[in-house]
């Protein structure tokens, strides 16, 4: 089966990868990889923290133009606020929810909905497609039937009709 092409030419995960961030793609890009040609809005992301990660994550959430959204309205536009990424932002949280202009950008430190799994086993079983690493299709499955979701059983229904065996 031929994957379909994600290539390093996306300009979030061309920054990401420049300045030297180690990210795993999840959820609807890499069920995309794993060749179920579906939409998806935004980019899922898992990245391994450490202080070095986190000064290249900084540099690269400021080049993408990253803001996450507060919950205070601005009176004057009805419009909630947005906020740039900070190195404090950076170390406090673990599930960042971010917009960029090339779309919404949500970057995990851990699993999602298995938190306590190793996240250094994620990276170590990933897939290189196109110069990018994305969830084995094994770990995909298992974080899209740990969320439980209507629309990530169908995602894991597909993926077994296109990766049989």
Do not use: C
């Amino acid at each position: 089966m031929n994957a379909p092409n994600i290539s390093d030419d996306d300009p979030i995960f061309s920054v990401l990868r420049r300045n030297g961030v180690p990210f795993v793609v999840i959820d609807g890009h890499a069920v995309y990889r794993h060749g179920y040609l579906r939409t998806t809005e935004d980019y899922d992301l898992v990245w391994l923290r450490s202080p070095q990660s986190a000064a290249s994550l900084l540099d690269a959430l400021t080049e993408l133009q990253a803001v996450w959204i507060g919950k205070e309205v601005d009176p004057s536009t009805g419009i909630e606020r947005t906020y740039p990424v900070t190195a404090a932002f950076i170390h406090a949280e673990h599930l960042m929810m971010l917009w960029t202009p090339h779309g919404p950008l949500d970057l995990f430190d851990y699993i999602p909905d298995i938190p306590n799994e190793d996240v250094q086993e994620l990276f170590e079983t990933a897939v290189i497609g196109d110069g990018i690493r994305f969830s084995s299709l094994a770990w995909l499955k298992r974080m899209k039937l740990a969320a439980g979701r209507t629309k990530d059983l169908a995602d894991i229904e597909e993926l077994d009709k296109r990766n049989p065996g």
